[in-house]
């Protein structure tokens, strides 16, 4: 088994590290987080090495942080610090993956979440919790979807945008990058880039910017 790391050490870490625990390929050296109180002590039975941007001589790892924006700025971070580093997938093995699905790296498939044929999932998505992403879908880098929100087929979700818990994206929809879909919205019509959405049917309701949290 390999040694890896993880980034972050909230509770998108906490499930991360299951999933990874049950997939049984790598062993968990410990954590780097931004929180200087937390270095030196055990979360959930494992180390915290250093913080962020610390130097680490396991150049294998995933950051288990659920904000986009905030795995975005990770992902550069460690990219400059260690530009050897390489990023693994965490997927639960109760996902069912279809054929000709490309997974990239750092990318996290949550426990009884659906993905169907000939869907791309570039770096760093997350498909939360029993959600599902339909045939021919893209997510584009550090996206992600929340516990049970549903694409239709051929969608594709921008560049950190993300689609909310129990959301409904029909089929073809465009989202475009840095775009927030509320909880249970139903997005029928295309969105644009930096807005927030939601409702049913899915209303712009106002733009956001880039750094803004949302979760
Ligand atoms: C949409 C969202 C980002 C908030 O956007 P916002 O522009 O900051 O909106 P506000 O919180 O200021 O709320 C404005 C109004 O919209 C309503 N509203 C907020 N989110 C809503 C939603 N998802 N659906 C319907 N109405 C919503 C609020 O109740 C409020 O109504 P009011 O003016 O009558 O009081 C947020 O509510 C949301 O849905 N986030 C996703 C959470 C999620 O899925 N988490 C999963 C974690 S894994």
Redesign the pocket.
């Known amino acids: 088994m390999e040694w890896i790391v993880i980034f972050g050490a909230g509770g998108h870490a906490q499930v991360i590290i299951d999933i990874l625990e049950l997939m049984g390929l790598y062993r968990i050296a410990g954590i780097y987080d931004d929180s200087p109180e937390l270095v030196g002590k055990f979360i959930y039975g494992y180390p915290v090495l250093g913080l962020i941007g610390a130097n680490s001589i396991i150049r294998k790892g995933i950051i288990g942080v659920?904000d986009n924006d905030r795995r975005a700025s990770i992902a550069i971070k460690v990219g400059e610090r260690m530009p050897d580093f390489e990023f693994i997938s965490a997927i639960h093995p109760s996902a069912i993956v279809g054929r000709n699905v490309s997974i990239g790296p750092g990318v996290a498939v949550m426990a009884g979440s659906v993905i169907n044929p000939n869907s791309v999932l570039q770096e760093h998505c997350v498909v939360?919790t029993m959600a599902s992403v339909d045939h021919n879908c893209r997510l584009e880098p550090f996206s992600s979807i929340?516990?049970g929100a549903h694409l239709g087929g051929g969608v594709t979700i921008g560049t950190r945008s993300f689609i909310?818990?129990g959301a409904t994206v029909i089929h073809n929809i465009h989202v475009g990058p840095d775009t927030?879909v509320?909880?249970?919205?139903t997005v029928v019509s295309n969105l644009p880039s930096q807005v927030?959405a939601?409702?049913t049917p899915a209303k712009v309701?106002?733009s956001r910017e880039v750094r803004e949290t949302?979760?």
Request: hydrophobic share 40%.
């Open positions: 659920g939360n929340a516990p909310g818990m927030v509320g909880a249970g919205a927030i939601y409702g309701t106002r949302y979760l």
